[in-house]
């Protein structure tokens, strides 16, 4: 009866309760990019636009890529 209670434990309890560590500790630190270079395509407007503020603020070296020039001057300022 041991054995199997053993057993029971470290193979079914303790892989859950690992799993629901490293997931509460996902949602706990945001993903950060510091010294990554991040390439976006579309940065002008929409969601390359949005997606240039966010991976801006975790840190990440930013490559913009769009067919107009004003806009993406105004996304980088």
Do not use: N, W
């Amino acid at each position: 009866m041991f054995f199997l209670t053993m057993f029971v434990i470290t193979g079914i309890v303790y892989p859950m309760l690992v799993h629901i560590v490293k997931s509460i500790k996902a949602l706990c630190h945001p993903i950060m990019f510091p010294y990554k270079h991040v390439v976006i395509t579309g940065c002008g407007t929409g969601l390359g636009k949005a997606l240039v503020s966010e991976i801006y603020m975790k840190g990440a070296y930013i490559t913009m890529i769009g067919r107009d020039k004003d806009k993406l001057l105004k996304v980088a300022q």
